[in-house]
């Protein structure tokens, strides 16, 4: 093994900052009598539906066309990626009610957003937790 692939793995066994988790979290709240919001954490994308089938092919579509336009502009799939504002990411407490559900993303889109935030492996599920 070479001096840098010796360096890599050393780095990654003591857990360099790409995260592990790849997972994609979300905040839920109410909106109106029959309809949820949710903010993406990881992505400023906020996405409203009836329930949370719906917000998850929601928040596939916005991820599925942003990654769409890059290509047409021959530009770097989410490279001007931005996270949500900080008064809804401060909201969210790890471990408090929250619902891990799987979704599906073209194994190019995953990897794409995988890069682009850093994590070793594609993006396949969202953890959902309820605004309190």
Not at 7 to 30: F, T, W
Not at 37 to 63: K, R
């Amino acid at each position: 093994m070479t001096d840098k692939a010796m360096s890599y793995n050393q780095a990654m066994s003591k857990g360099a900052d790409m995260n592990e988790s790849c997972q994609l979290r979300a905040i839920i709240a109410p909106m109106g009598a029959d309809r949820l919001q949710a903010q993406v954490l990881e992505l400023d994308i906020a996405v409203s539906g009836a329930n949370v089938d719906e917000l998850i092919a929601e928040i596939q579509h916005a991820i599925i066309v942003s990654y769409d336009v890059a290509m047409e502009c021959k530009e770097a799939p989410f490279a001007l990626i931005s996270e949500a504002p900080a008064s809804v990411k401060d909201k969210w407490t790890p471990g408090t009610q929250s619902e891990s559900k799987g979704f599906h993303l073209p194994d190019n889109v995953a990897m794409a957003l995988a890069t682009a935030l850093r994590k070793r492996k594609p993006i396949k599920t969202i953890e959902f937790e309820r605004a309190a």
